[in-house]
Each structure stands twice: as structure tokens, then as C-alpha cells.
């Protein structure tokens, strides 16, 4: 951020305006407005269908929240763009502010004129995420809710989209409320106990658990902060998505294959081995999973230059990729080279695909083992179902189960994290002899700062703004 933009800073409530889709060639787009005094601000530049010009102010003060209002974008007496608006007053919207969303016509021209128009009555741009930092201050969104938004807008499947709702419902913020409301408990148990000897309270034995009070409570709320922390694996997964590497010899299908997982033709297919010199790759939605698909040449000791170095970015990739597909040509059966090289994979989860079974299929029992390979044909779709099954439960097996609340940033897997280790700390340092009370104290003030974090209740400006400057602008 630099120049004027770098001067202005998240938390003021002057009148700001973002489009909040993309300018281009659609049939309308949205422009958003929040602020203090933003409906006096807007009535410079905006006059109800069939009112004076004149008339315009008196219209928009006193029109009701939630309403709509036809009209046109005037400047300099010129008539810009006809447009809906969209009038919310505060608290009732958003942002908690009064806010307008205008819907102006398409395409770059007409929306760039009315933010013009915007500008010159005073709006100023809305720096990249304003919109939903103000709803977080107004009290409309915790920081939980905040960072959904941003989930929902680059969720890359369904399965993805759908988490994302749960965490704008508030699945995430409940739960963590509930954990901290349990260790302010123990918190207090032990403040009690630090203020006031055992005899004055009237405790009786069954709130104390040796040294700490309410351990059973402390021990119960750790369990759910590992099962959160754990929850972070499998959601990563589902908004940045695998990467799956299909492997194997020249001419073993490989790019037929990546063809149809992707439904296009995308790589070029022949009989000639060796047509694919260097991988390719898009992304698809296997079973709700983004999976970064891609295809690589085929896996040989090669004399051609080019072909050599595309066989030697192969198998790096073969390092890096977290699930490989390998392909076994079924017209020409198991070969020497194809168990040297599945023997030789060390990615955290491979799978063997007998390809061309519309052909062929596979030797019963197998050759290898411990390998039961797919039978799949790129020709006729045969296998395929059962394909994007083995994909799926490759990826659910390095992970944890999915049930439950999950976490959806890593800004909340770390809070979560040091939450566990102040909180294990209290409990270890509650089982060793000689330990105080007024040790442990401090550490459960810590888990349930930590845990105040990750909803904002416990927030300060600079954590606040490097957050939201990540989100787009117009959120």
C-alpha cells in the first residue's frame, strides 16, 4: 500500500465505495457504499426517478431502511447511469453502519463513471476488506465469521463453499466460546482457591482435583482444542487442495487419463511414446476435493534432449506431489521398470491403476504384493467411479476424520495450538509435586487470551489490519 492509500488507516468511519464485482462485460454491476453520513453524502450525486433533482435529499432521509429506490447518478447535470439502490441504516446492515449497494449497468464504462461521480462527492476508496473490518468493530461479525467471508469467495468446491457457511453461521465461534466459558470456569476455581484458604470457601472434595480445581473441566476442554487443532489438516486440504501426479511409462495412458478427470482434451494423445515432453496440469473437484491434477511425460531412460529434461521434471515432481497415480499400460502388462519404480515412490500416499482394462485386466493374484491396483479404461470410462473413490479416501487416510466443527484459517490452528500448550502446561505443572497455584494461574489466563483471539474479543490494530488488508477489495 503506498502513496495516499498508505495514509489512510482501517477504523475511521468516513463515507468509503468499492466495487463489489468485478468491472467488464456483465449485465449489471454493484458498487457498495458504508459510512457515517454516507446517505446526505450520495444525495449530491443521486435523484430519484421522477423527483427534482431538488428533491433528492428530502427523498433519501427519509426513505426506510431496506428499501429500494430507482433512479439516476447525476454530475455536473449530466445524467450517468440509471441504477437501483439498495438503502440499509444502521445497525440493520452489513457493516452496522448505513450502507448502500447501487446497481448500475454493465461493463467498465458505466460503473467506472458513477464511482467517479462518487468520488467527487466526497467518497474516498474503500480500503481491501473495510466492509467486513467495520461489521467486525460495529459487533455485526466476530473475527471467525470475518475470515468465512473471505473462505466462502475463493472456496474452490463445494465441500469447500458449504464449510465456509457453517463458519459464517458461527459454528466456529459457538465452539470456541464454549471451551473458553469452561477454563474461565477452572480460571475461577483457581482465583477462589489462590484468595481464600480451602476451610473459608467450603469447598468440598469433589471440585478439587489436587492442586487445581475443576482439572476434570480442563482435561475436557484440552481434548476439544486437540480435536480442533487437528480438524486445520483436513480443511487446509479443502481450500489449497492436493496435488496428484499421474505417472508411469510412455504410452501407459497417462494423458488420456488427465483428459477425462479434467473433461477436456487438454493434452495431446497419440500412439507415439514420448508426445508428452513436459507436465501440464489443471485443477478438478474430485469427490468435493480440489486436486491439483497433473500430467507428466513418460517415466524412461531417454536419448532426446527435450524429452529427457521434461523425464527428469517428472520425477520431481514425483517428490513433491503428496498423492502419485501410477499408471500400468494393461496392453503390455507388469514390466521390471514399472515395479522398480512403485517400489521407488516415497510420496505420503500412492495409487496403482491397471489402465486400458477395457482391453486387459489385471493378473489375479498380483505380481506385487502388497498392491492391489484400479482397473480403469480412459476409452470407455470403466473404473472411473472407483478411481475417484481411492482418490478420495488417499486424502482422508493423512488426515484427520471429518466430523464435526473445523478450524478455517492457520491464524486460528496456531491461537488453538498455544492454547493446548498453555493449557497442558497448567495441567503437567498441576500432577508435579511442590507445584503452586499461582503458577498455574497465569498459564489458563493465557489459553483463554489465546482463545479471546481467535473470535477478537482480545484483538489489537496491528494484528487487525495486517488480517483484513489480505481480504478484496469491496469485502
Not at 110 to 125: E, H, I, P, T
Not at 177 to 187: A, M, P
Amino acid at each position: 500500500m503506498t502513496g495516499e492509500a498508505s495514509k489512510i488507516s482501517y477504523g475511521d468511519e468516513s463515507p468509503i465505495a468499492a466495487f463489489a464485482t468485478a468491472p467488464g462485460n456483465s449485465a449489471l454491476t454493484l458498487i457498495r457504499c458504508s459510512g457515517k453520513g454516507v446517505i446526505e453524502m450520495f444525495s449530491q450525486v443521486f435523484t430519484p426517478a421522477g423527483k427534482k433533482s431538488s428533491e433528492g435529499k428530502a427523498h433519501l432521509e427519509n426513505a426506510g431502511g431496506n428499501t429500494v429506490i430507482h433512479g439516476w447518478i447525476v454530475a455536473a447535470n449530466e445524467k450517468i447511469d440509471e441504477v437501483l439502490v439498495s438503502l440499509f441504516r444502521a445497525p440493520r446492515s452489513y457493516t452496522g453502519e448505513d450502507s448502500l449497494d447501487i446497481c448500475c449497468h454493465g461493463g467498465s464504462s458505466a460503473g467506472k463513471a458513477v464511482m467517479a461521480a462518487l468520488k467527487s462527492a466526497g467518497f474516498r476508496d474503500a480500503l481491501p476488506g473495510e466492509f467486513t473490518f467495520r461489521a467486525f468493530i460495529n459487533g455485526k461479525l466476530d473475527l471467525t465469521r470475518c475470515e468465512s467471508v473471505m473462505e466462502l469467495v475463493s472456496a474452490k468446491t463445494d465441500a469447500g463453499r458449504r464449510h465456509a457457511v457453517s463458519r459464517l453461521m458461527g459454528s466456529i465461534e459457538k465452539e470456541i466460546n464454549g471451551i473458553k466459558s469452561r477454563l474461565v470456569q477452572v480460571l475461577a476455581g483457581a482465583e477462589i482457591f489462590l484468595d481464600y484458604s480451602e476451610d473459608e470457601i467450603g469447598a468440598d472434595a469433589n471440585e478439587i482435583a489436587g492442586i487445581l480445581p475443576y482439572k476434570d473441566i480442563a482435561l475436557e476442554a484440552l481434548e476439544q482444542l486437540k480435536k480442533l487443532s487437528a480438524s486445520w489438516q483436513l480443511e487446509r486440504i479443502y481450500q489449497e487442495g492436493i496435488t496428484l501426479v499421474i505417472a508411469g511409462r510412455p504410452n501407459a495412458g497417462k494423458s488420456s487419463l488427465f483428459n477425462l478427470l479434467l473433461k477436456e482434451d487438454r493434452a495431446i494423445v497419440t500412439e507415439m511414446p514420448g508426445t508428452t515432453r513436459d507436465w501440464i496440469e489443471a485443477f478438478v473437484s474430485i469427490e468435493g476435493i480440489p486436486v491439483r491434477l497433473v500430467d507428466t511425460a513418460g517415466l524412461r531412460d531417454a536419448s532426446d534432449s527435450v524429452e529427457k529434461i521434461g523425464v527428469e521434471r517428472s520425477r520431481k515432481l514425483l517428490q513433491e506431489a503428496e498423492i502419485v497415480l501410477y499408471l500400468i499400460d494393461g496392453a503390455y502388462g507388469l514390466t521390471n521398470e514399472d515395479k522398480e519404480f512403485i517400489c521407488g515412490l516415497t510420496c505420503e500416499a500412492r495409487l496403482v491403476a491397471w489402465s486400458k482394462c477395457d482391453i486387459a485386466l489385471p493378473p489375479q493374484p498380483f505380481p506385487l504384493n502388497d498392491i492391489s491396483p484400479l482397473s480403469v479404461s480412459a476409452k470407455t470410462g470403466e473404473g472411473l467411479i472407483e478411481l475417484y473413490k481411492a482418490i478420495a479416501s488417499a486424502v482422508l487416510l493423512q488426515t484427520a476424520a471429518e466430523q464435526g466443527v473445523s478450524l478455517g484459517t492457520k491464524r486460528q490452528k496456531t491461537l488453538v495450538d498455544s492454547a493446548c500448550a498453555a493449557l497442558e502446561e497448567a495441567l503437567a505443572m498441576a500432577e508435579s509435586e511442590g507445584s503452586e497455584l499461582d503458577l498455574i494461574a497465569p498459564l489458563l489466563r493465557e489459553a483463554v487470551s489465546l482463545l479471546g483471539e481467535i473470535t477478537g474479543e482480545v484483538s489489537t490494530a496491528d494484528i487487525l489490519e495486517e488480517m483484513f488488508s489480505r481480504f478484496c477489495v469491496g469485502k
